[in-house]
């Protein structure tokens, strides 16, 4: 029998229209019981994401990446970057594998312990995280690129959001 916490989400992912039939479920010491890769396409971008359900909390994760990776020689630049990109977030946060070849991304959660959450909630925790890593993809690219500094970057980012909401 799956786990009422399991279902709800599998119903949320039907209602989407996401494919689940790679859902993962898991056991184990991390309390993980399920995770979901794949990518999908926003205005003509891949994105990866990573979506995984923990128990006895009953926490939702998402983690949303662009299809890049920050050079070597790139990595102190993009965490000064991550680092001023999240000053200002009061919903998720960006990381980043501080690593050669890393990614960036942006991750938010939801805890469900006591609550079922209704799909509008679960709707706007996800669509959270596609939007802000859509939102910042541009810029990360630009700081790769050496095109902007970190600090140019986000004053550009702000900018665009301003003019977009």
Request: proline share 5%.
């Amino acid at each position: 029998m799956i786990d009422p916490f399991a279902q709800r989400l599998l119903d949320f992912l039907d209602e989407l229209g996401v494919r689940h039939s790679e859902l993962r479920y898991r056991g184990g010491t991390d309390n993980k019981i399920f995770d979901l890769h794949q990518s999908v396409e926003i205005d003509g971008e891949l994105f990866y994401w990573e979506l995984s359900g923990y128990l006895p909390a009953k926490l939702l994760a998402v983690w949303t990446y662009p299809l890049l990776q920050v050079p070597e020689d790139k990595l102190a630049v993009m965490a000064e970057y991550v680092a001023r990109a999240n000053f200002a977030c009061w919903h998720g946060y960006l990381e980043m594998e501080y690593t050669p070849g890393g990614r960036v991304g942006f991750s938010t959660s939801i805890c469900c312990d006591g609550i079922e959450p209704g799909f509008a909630a679960l709707r706007h925790w996800l669509h959270t995280s596609f939007w802000r890593t859509w939102e910042h993809a541009p810029f990360i690219r630009r700081v790769i690129a050496g095109e902007l500094t970190p600090a140019e970057a986000i004053e550009a980012s702000t900018e665009a959001a301003r003019t977009t909401h």
